[in-house]
């Protein structure tokens, strides 16, 4: 069985206490390779590889760091075929959505970054004939860089790719669940000549390697990428320390549907928005508001599309519907259909696990499912279920969609669906969001700013904010006269 290996100093290398954890194939419910267990002694082994590493890496022309990172972005390329189905088996994601989003955006995530520090500058203020300030931004030195499951090599390469490209090292920890496409990328690395130690992946549990990373002294800045929960506990361990955070968390966004709406666009990219991998993006929309003169036509027309919608194997190029990522997360999933059902909601389709056959029978596939009948401010339209299941709502005026809008504790992503321009406008100035989009979803520019604001995160990645991010400001003040 494939073990997967650290990558520490430019080494595949085994965990330094030789344990493994098993990992396994969504989509099968069995174990097909295993990870390294890893702890904080493989944590510090790789802040050295990184530390010795720096001085070179730091001080390299920037035009030869883009140039690696240009050619790890090509390899990836190369390798579309075989990244894609390694992420869909380790996922339970559609190889389809593997093969033209994940593993094509990151290959653009290297490539953005690799060309954009290029086009990086600094600022300079002048005190007209008194001085001149220049501030000079350098690379902080070590950065910490820990990931979620859901988009595998996609959010993993999100951090890399600007931490590397302004002239940090990296020790970076991908998902315990989703180990195998950043295990991929480290082999790709060592093909494309990055120097020993500017990057260094430490797999294992969050507890443990995660952890070490958030704790390590010598690690000045961490970015993160994951649940709320564990991003408190990550600003928790780090604030005292004074490290620079980053931090991207969850999300309960809102879709607000408007009676005046394209009403075949809307329809078609809510199917997207809502079910794309199986609704585990931290973008997807899980409570559309309906305006109350559209909402049975609505409603109709969305279950019959979502009734149409069949689960089945991950590796079949037809397939729109995989697994979820693991048993725990199904459990989790179908816990809160429970919730959602004891709350009062009424189920319009789905609503349980769908048991596939033969090799699949223990996979973890639950039908996409929608929901009506519950108030906006109950648990289910409150907390973050991350899995094929929406709940749809009517709403009679504008302040009371935003009202429901901005009901919860999140605010990462926000869709709005209308012809009027006005409207369109008034209301992405109201919404609670890091990001709002108009008549359409998870539309990306790279240089947008990306992020969330109360508990769907800290901070923004995206364009020159997150070289701004990987980056020290060093104001230099010099008196002319
Ligand atoms: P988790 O918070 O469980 O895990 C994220 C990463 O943190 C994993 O690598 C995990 O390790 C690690 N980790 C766990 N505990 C600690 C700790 N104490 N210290 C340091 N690291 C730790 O999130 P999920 O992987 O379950 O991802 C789903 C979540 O991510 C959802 O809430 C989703 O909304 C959010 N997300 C947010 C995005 C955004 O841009 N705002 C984008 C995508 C997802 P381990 O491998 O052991 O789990």
Redesign the pocket.
Known sequence: MLKIQNYINGQLTAPISKQYIDNYDPSTGKVYSLLPDSDELDVSQAVEAAKKAFPAWSMMPKDNRAAILLRISALIDQNLERLAKAESKDNGKPVSLARTVDIPRASSNFHFYATGILHYASHAHSMEDTAINYTLRNPVGVAGC??????PLY?FSWKIAPALAAGNCVVA?????TPMTAYLLSELCIEAGLPPGVLNIVHG???KV??A??AHPEIPLIS???????GA??ARVAAPMFKKLSL????KNPNLIFADCDYEAMLSTTMRSSFANQGQI?LCGSRILIERSLYEKFKADFVAKTKKMTVGNPADDNTKMGAVVSKQHMEKILSYIELAKQEGGKILCGGERVMLEGGLADGYYIAPTIIEGLPYDCRTNQE?I?GPVVTIMPFDTEADALKYANSTIYG?ASTVWTENLTRAHRIASELHTGIVWINCWLLRDLRTPF??VKS??VGREGGFEALDFFTEPKNVCIKLK
């Open positions: 820990i990931s979620p499951w859901n988009l959010l920890k991908p998902s315990e669940i549990y969050g507890h995660g952890s990373i958030t993160f990428t994951g649940g709320t929960k564990t506990e990550i991207e968390l969850g999300g931290c973050e991350f990462l992020g969330g769907s995160g």
